[in-house]
């Protein structure tokens, strides 16, 4: 049995039984045999109406799903709320395209050999997709997952995180009260090495993980050949502040995009990059905002931030923050657990370039500051790690701002705004090692089907 506890006590949630290879391989089984059918193929409007009927049962549901993404998932109530929110507009999302899966004409009779032909491109369902979710966020993340496997035409089979099942489980419950036939949405709830097969099957077309990179980039090494994947991966997030910027608007910005569910986020914003004659000002501003913030139970309405998924995590934290204070960094906030699952949210000062909080994913409460005197030296700085996800800058001058843009690698380049920022309609993935593929309600759609040309040849054409 999984026991499902809460990361801020411990406390016992739920226990649910844990699965093995053989009902991983009774999944694939099903799934497999759903898409060969193509009889058995669920016709665009009616998986438009599943999901506005999904989109309609989770409006009802709003305050459960909140509790049980929070109580699972330590991410506080009143961002749980927002992610239920958001997993109920992916849903509608998700139906709006149903109908833009479309192909294209093909221009035929451009040369001899081409004459009396008619040419068509069609999208149709890639096969079945194996996807594999994160804890961080319970809920959203299984949405982009699953829901636009089964828009696309998909059958899908879904592992969610073993700290966070139960926003999973919800959701796919709420999928069959919506009339979606059986076998279409299956949760697999197991330990890894029974779900490798989900990688490695041949039966699996299209592979989607959400979660380390160490982990990811192993998989998509197992893949089956001709399986397509989406690998996203984590970052650590530059961000450069240009004297001129707007400290009103930036400071809270910097705040929220650096301790939003106790930056357990994979573009939350970990290095700063000011320029050095408002760095001290910038740094200790946010420090005094950082300190300020509420740490505690995640089900407590006035907690801002909660606690770290596991226990161990706030070990790693202590100790990378240690390493970078005893290498030279100005702790000018936090730097303490709270508790064996609690961690003060920490800024730091110009920490040395070669610590671990320096180089790589933090992935706990703890901004970094640098201070620059040249802006190309920065973004050099910023561009120097192999991990390349979302970046900001802030500034008034638009010269600068679209010189950021063009000079930072990242996937996207936020002006005046965090790096956390993100809709759930926009592009959103990492490029070299911090991911493949582009995620997205209605780019994950596209990829998960596939391109089927028809030319008609006839001489009335």
Same mark, same amino acid.
């Given at each position: 049995?999984?026991?499902?506890?809460?990361?801020? /006590?411990?406390?016992?949630?739920?226990?649910?039984?844990?699965?093995?290879?053989?009902?991983?391989? !009774?999944?694939?089984?099903?799934?497999?045999? %759903?898409?060969?059918?193509?009889?058995?193929?669920?016709?665009?409007?009616?998986?438009?109406?599943?999901?506005?009927?999904?989109?309609? #049962?989770?409006?009802?549901?709003?305050?459960?799903?909140? !509790?049980?993404?929070?109580? +699972?998932?330590?991410?506080?109530?009143?961002? =749980?709320?927002?992610?239920?929110?958001?997993?109920? *507009?992916?849903?509608?999302?998700?139906?709006?395209?149903?109908?833009? @899966?479309?192909?294209?004409?093909?221009?035929?009779?451009?040369?001899?050999?081409?004459?009396?032909?008619?040419?068509?491109?069609?999208?149709?369902?890639?096969?079945?997709?194996?996807?594999?979710?994160?804890?961080?966020?319970?809920?959203?993340?299984?949405?982009?997952?699953?829901?636009?496997?089964?828009?696309?035409?998909?059958?899908?089979?879904? !592992?969610?995180?073993?700290?966070?099942? %139960? =926003?999973? @489980?919800?959701?796919?419950?709420?999928?069959? +009260?919506?009339?979606?036939?059986?076998?279409?949405?299956?949760?697999?709830?197991?330990?890894?090495?029974?779900?490798?097969?989900?990688?490695?099957?041949?039966?699996?077309?299209?592979?989607?993980?959400?979660?380390?990179?160490?982990?990811?980039?192993?998989?998509?090494?197992?893949?089956?050949?001709?399986?397509?994947?989406?690998?996203?991966?984590?970052?650590?997030?530059?961000?450069?502040?240009? !004297?001129?910027?707007?400290?009103?608007?930036?400071?809270?910005?910097?705040?929220?995009?650096?301790?939003?569910?106790?930056?357990?986020?994979? &573009?939350?914003?970990?290095?700063?990059?000011?320029?050095? =004659?408002?760095?001290?000002?910038?740094?200790?501003? $946010?420090?005094?905002?950082?300190?300020? @913030?509420?740490?505690?139970?995640?089900?407590?309405?006035?907690?801002?931030?909660?606690?770290?998924?596991?226990?161990?995590?706030?070990?790693?934290?202590?100790?990378?923050?240690?390493?970078?204070? /005893?290498?030279?960094?100005? %702790?000018?906030?936090?730097?303490?657990?709270? =508790?064996?699952?609690?961690?003060?949210?920490?800024?730091?000062?110009?920490?040395?370039?070669?610590?671990? &909080?320096?180089?790589?994913? #933090?992935?706990?409460?703890?901004?970094?500051?640098?201070?620059?005197?040249?802006?190309?030296?920065?973004?050099?700085?910023?561009?120097?790690?192999?991990?390349?996800?979302?970046?900001?800058?802030?500034?008034? *001058? $638009?010269?600068?701002?679209?010189?950021?843009?063009?000079?930072?690698?990242?996937?996207?380049?936020?002006?005046?705004?965090?790096?956390?920022?993100?809709?759930?309609?926009?592009?959103?993935?990492?490029?070299?090692?911090?991911?493949?593929?582009?995620?997205?309600?209605?780019?994950?759609?596209?990829?998960?089907?596939?391109?089927? $040309?028809?030319?008609?040849?006839? *001489?009335?054409?």
């Amino acid at each position: 049995m999984l026991k499902v506890t809460s990361p801020y /006590d411990l406390s016992l949630i739920k226990e649910i039984p844990l699965v093995g290879k053989a009902e991983v391989e !009774k999944a694939l089984q099903t799934a497999y045999s %759903l898409f060969l059918d193509q009889s058995k193929w669920i016709p665009s409007h009616e998986r438009i109406a599943i999901l506005h009927r999904v989109a309609t #049962i989770m409006e009802t549901q709003i305050d459960e799903l909140t !509790k049980t993404a929070a109580q +699972e998932g330590g991410k506080p109530l009143v961002d =749980s709320k927002i992610e239920v929110l958001r997993a109920i *507009n992916g849903v509608q999302i998700a139906a709006e395209h149903i109908g833009q @899966l479309k192909g294209e004409q093909i221009p035929m009779g451009l040369t001899k050999a081409s004459e009396n032909r008619l040419g068509f491109t069609t999208r149709e369902p890639i096969g079945v997709v194996s996807s594999i979710s994160a804890f961080n966020h319970p809920l959203n993340l299984i949405v982009h997952q699953v829901i636009t496997a089964i828009a696309a035409g998909c059958p899908v089979i879904i !592992k969610p995180a073993l700290t966070t099942p %139960l =926003s999973c @489980l919800a959701l796919v419950n709420i999928l069959k +009260e919506a009339g979606l036939p059986d076998g279409w949405c299956q949760a697999i709830i197991c330990k890894n090495e029974a779900a490798e097969q989900l990688v490695t099957d041949s039966r699996v077309n299209y592979f989607s993980f959400i979660g380390s990179s160490k982990v990811g980039w192993y998989l998509k090494s197992k893949l089956s050949p001709g399986t397509r994947c989406a690998l996203e991966h984590g970052g650590a997030a530059p961000v450069i502040v240009e !004297k001129d910027a707007d400290f009103t608007e930036m400071l809270p910005s910097l705040l929220k995009g650096g301790f939003y569910h106790a930056g357990q986020v994979c &573009v939350s914003v970990q290095r700063v990059f000011v320029e050095e =004659s408002i760095c001290e000002n910038v740094a200790n501003q $946010l420090a005094k905002m950082a300190s300020k @913030l509420v740490v505690g139970n995640q089900m407590n309405e006035n907690t801002e931030v909660g606690p770290l998924i596991l226990p161990r995590e706030v070990d790693r934290v202590e100790q990378w923050v240690d390493e970078a204070v /005893d290498g030279g960094a100005k %702790l000018l906030t936090g730097g303490k657990r709270i =508790s064996d699952t609690c961690y003060q949210p920490t800024v730091l000062l110009n920490p040395p370039a070669n610590a671990k &909080v320096s180089t790589l994913e #933090i992935f706990g409460p703890v901004v970094c500051v640098y201070s620059y005197s040249e802006r190309e030296k920065a973004i050099e700085i910023a561009n120097s790690l192999d991990v390349h996800f979302q970046a900001s800058v802030f500034t008034k *001058n $638009l010269d600068v701002a679209l010189e950021c843009v063009k000079k930072l690698n990242a996937t996207a380049v936020m002006v005046n705004d965090h790096t956390a920022f993100r809709v759930d309609w926009m592009p959103f993935g990492g490029r070299d090692t911090s991911g493949i593929g582009m995620g997205g309600i209605q780019y994950s759609m596209h990829e998960m089907t596939r391109e089927k $040309l028809m030319v008609i040849k006839s *001489n009335v054409l």
